[in-house]
């Protein structure tokens, strides 16, 4: 099933900590900041509660990207769980690149409970990006095989 | 089987104008296990709320979705309504579809489509939610406080005239810190023993107080209402019971030439000594590295002279354990070592002023030792070298504050004030003398305090001079302090040269020697300077992030004793709110051990920024180790999930964000 990048409506599942980014994107609903709908955030209590698993499961259902937002390194509610997650992806990105999945379709980022223009930036951004990238079609192929 | 309602909130149009909500109802009603699927002009009004109670009663519901708000808005209005229907409030979840969806959306099919998705995900959560119950923690209730300076002072006659039991711990041989050696305080020039020592007694006196003097705290271990302090009292070589305070023994004492710590080197003490005539308690100490006694076997006066028989020269370091509910850090301030330098911190000596070399460079400690009337001239201001009066003195504010080149980039706050009273004190005693102080701005914010700056300026004839000071060199028995007046034009660009008999710096002000150790043991924060960190810098300034951790005074950050007393009522507060109740209870989202699976590889403990996670050892009826595996203790674990996702052998979830739950979200977006 070819469908044109032109037309092509992303699925990007976001991992959010409850304390940063989950309040962030609170802030710019708030704040009525516009962006596109194709993001679905799952809130979670820290990025350190957030495992790999949670990224190939996301991929599994139809993701074509995911994201992990939480709060900026030194900011982090529970003192240092933003800094596990870091390391944790910096490590899981290279495997996914070796499996041959592309790393840009796995973002990271810290936006603050206070950055509700910072969100919806992102997510416009991201959304673009994703949306050049194309659908994600690689995993499918892996499920059916 | 599942019996999900789910509401669907319009929030006047809020919610209705960018989602077809009856729609998303008509969705909802549709999803495996969802019995009941309404929408509502407003869901957290009494009829909205009184439609869910109702629901959950008539149709028997095991679990409900409200569709509306942040979660962070009404979490706890839906799960309140839950719980007073009969339904556990841990079986309600929120799907977000006003902040995350129908705000920033325009196109109404978009947002009516994601919105049908965010519902799908929470039913699919609540589906494998469980019925959670508040944990319930006892609370000891007994305080601990660390620090007997003015702020550590005020808290444990606060908590204690409040009706609680206070252990205060000293390192000093007595209590009353730095305050104690103040001459007098500013703006009201009221002398600081005068209003400090009352205190000092009435802390000894208190009977809900147990004061340690010459003490440390060793180890802290537990977590709030439940702390287990040991505490290491330190040879004091005199059996505090026996002692009476006579003061024989330190007028025999031999050794008379050890400098004064109280009085900062400028007089002299002997090696069993109390620290000053006004200690609290009044019973001295050994200083064993001075004592001749302790250092070549000879000598033993003290012991010879005491009508009690108190001196013991065998006497260890003992140790007491005390079980405490909250703890209040009160280790207050040093300054700044300009004569060493701090290079430890990355901070030189102030090698322009003569790294400490010139006699008659002093600080504003010794100072106030100087103007002191308990001090070692009687409070007459003499030069340290000759005991003359100095008929010149400079002060230099900023010494290490405020100079990100080669200090530390902070304010100390306390300097303009205190320069400004040293200046006043130094006029009313050497009434012809010129004191000029060198300043790059005056901050005298607080009440009477600038005008308290101006009286010195105007009243008293303090020369106030714009700028700083390059170098300090000797010309005779002068010191000639070269500068730079900004406000001066001219040829000169402004340098001025003074011929000073005394310099005082007002060196930077900053946490006590030990901080970092200290809160290790306690697992509460600092920040690059070593100053504690409070768990909000606006809104929560006394609590820690460590729950029942509080801090009071210059431990947290530089203040003046006005502000050190009111935060040390604030913590006392604190404590006292803690202590009103028998028992805590707490959000029961904590992480739990499936110990049959666990491998015992202890990764959890290395995550856990709390120390929630113990080792509890497993044993077959015979009594042998089978094995060593993690345990969690929930009033420890503040529910962050680390560990959860560290965990190599998945032998640990998170109540409120189980495994399950969280796969079951991501697979509703299917």
């Known amino acids: 099933m070819e469908t044109t990048t032109a037309e092509f409506e992303p699925k990007i599942i976001a991992f959010l900590c409850n304390w940063c980014t989950y309040a962030g994107a609170d802030l710019a609903g708030t704040s009525r900041l516009k962006y596109p709908a194709n993001i679905r955030a799952i809130r979670l209590t820290c990025t350190g509660r957030i495992e790999p698993m949670f990224l190939l499961k996301a991929f599994q ?4 990207a995911v994201l992990v937002s939480g709060c900026h390194p030194g900011d982090c509610h529970y003192t240092s769980g933003n800094y596990h997650a870091r390391r944790r ?16 379709r796995v973002l990271f980022s810290w936006v603050s409970a206070a950055e509700g223009r910072k969100w919806s930036e992102l997510v416009a951004e991201i959304t673009a990006q994703v949306r050049a990238l194309g659908p994600f079609t690689s995993f499918e192929r892996i499920v059916k095989a | 089987m599942a019996r999900i309602g789910v509401f669907i909130c319009w929030c006047g149009e809020n919610i209705g104008r960018t989602v077809d909500c009856p729609k998303v109802a008509a969705e909802a009603g549709g999803f495996p296990g969802v019995v009941h699927a309404v929408d509502y002009k407003y869901m957290c009004s009494d009829p909205g709320q009184g439609m869910i109670k109702d629901a959950i009663k008539e149709k028997k519901l ?31 979840e929120m799907a977000n579809i006003r902040e995350h969806c129908s705000w920033v959306h325009e196109e109404k099919g978009d947002a009516t489509a994601k919105a049908v998705q965010l519902v799908r995900v929470m039913v699919e959560k609540v589906k494998r939610n469980e019925a ?23 808290a444990a006659l606060d908590i204690a005239n409040g009706g609680q039991k206070v252990v205060l711990v000293e390192k000093e041989p007595s209590i009353g810190g730095h305050m104690a050696q103040l001459s007098e305080t500013f ?21 809900n107080i147990t004061l340690h003097t010459y003490a440390e705290v060793e180890s802290v271990s537990g977590f709030i209402g439940n702390f287990d302090v040991k505490i ?13 305070g006579c003061g024989l023994c330190a007028q025999k004492c031999p050794q008379k030439k050890i400098p004064s710590e109280f009085d900062e080197g400028l007089g002299m003490r002997t090696a069993i000594y109390t620290p000053f005539a006004q200690a609290v308690p009044n019973k001295p100490v050994i200083d064993r590295a001075h004592c001749t006694k302790f250092l070549t076997g000879k000598c033993g006066v003290c012991q010879k002279v005491c009508p009690v028989g108190a001196v013991d020269y065998a006497q260890e370091d003992t140790f007491v354990e005390e079980k405490i509910g909250a703890i209040v850090v009160a280790t207050g301030y040093r300054l700044y070592d300009f004569r060493n330098g701090e290079k430890d911190y990355g901070i030189e000596g102030y090698g322009e002023y003569g790294y400490g070399q010139y006699k008659d460079v002093i600080d504003g400690l010794q100072f106030e030792r100087l103007a002191s009337a308990s001090g070692p001239t009687g409070g007459a201001i003499l030069r340290p070298s000759d005991g003359k009066a100095p008929e010149t003195v400079v002060f230099i504010k900023c010494v290490g504050s405020r100079d990100c080149a080669k200090g530390l980039s902070y304010c100390s706050k306390i300097c303009c004030m205190y320069i400004a009273k040293h200046a006043m004190l130094y006029k009313h005693k050497v009434h012809h003398g010129t004191a000029y102080v060198f300043y790059m701005d005056i901050r005298a914010g607080g009440k009477n305090y600038d005008e308290f700056v101006r009286r010195a300026i105007e009243e008293d004839g303090a020369v106030y001079i714009r700028g700083r000071v390059s170098r300090i060199y000797t010309r005779g028995d002068k010191l000639i302090v070269a500068g730079a007046d900004t406000l001066l034009g001219g040829a000169a660009g402004g340098r001025v040269e003074i011929e000073a008999d ?82 805590l209870e707490r959000e029961p989202i904590v992480a739990r051990v499936n110990q049959s699976q666990c491998v015992g590889c202890f990764y959890c403990e290395q995550v856990c920024p709390y120390h929630a996670i113990e080792r509890e050892e497993k044993r077959d009826k015979a009594g042998n180790l089978i094995a060593r595996v993690a345990k969690v203790n929930a009033g420890l674990c503040q529910g962050c999930g680390a560990c959860v996702a560290t965990c190599r052998s998945n032998s640990i979830d998170l109540d409120g964000f189980s495994e399950e739950q969280v796969f079951s979200e991501i697979g509703g977006l299917r």
């Open chain 1, 61 to 64: 259902e139809g993701a074509d």
């Open chain 1, 89 to 104: 992806w910096t490590v899981f990105r290279k495997l996914l690149e070796f499996s041959g999945i592309d790393p840009r």
């Open chain 2, 62 to 92: 095991t679990g409900v979705v409200v569709a509306a708000c942040s979660p962070r808005m009404h979490e706890p209005t839906f799960r309140r309504a839950c719980a007073e229907a009969g339904l556990n409030p841990f079986l309600c």
């Open chain 2, 132 to 154: 959670l119950f508040p944990i319930k923690v006892p609370v000891t209730k007994r305080a601990l406080v660390i620090g007997g300076g003015i702020a550590g002072i005020q």
């Open chain 2, 187 to 207: 703006p009201t020039l009221d002398c600081s023993q005068c209003i400090l020592t009352p205190r000092m007694v009435e802390v000894a006196a208190h009977p």
């Open chain 2, 232 to 244: 290491r009292l330190k040879a004091r070589s005199v059996d505090i019971k026996k002692c009476t």
């Open chain 2, 502 to 583: 005394m310099v005082v710096l007002a060196t930077a002000m900053r946490p006590q020697y030990g901080i970092e150790a200290l809160a290790q043991k306690l697992s509460i924060g600092y920040d690059e300077y070593g100053f504690l960190t409070e768990a909000h810098p606006k809104l929560r300034p006394v609590e820690t992030n460590t729950a029942g951790i509080f801090l009071a005074g210059a431990c947290q950050g530089v203040k003046d004793i006005p502000e050190a007393v009111g935060q040390a009522s604030g913590a006392a507060a604190k404590v006292l709110g803690l202590f009103s109740s028998d028992q």
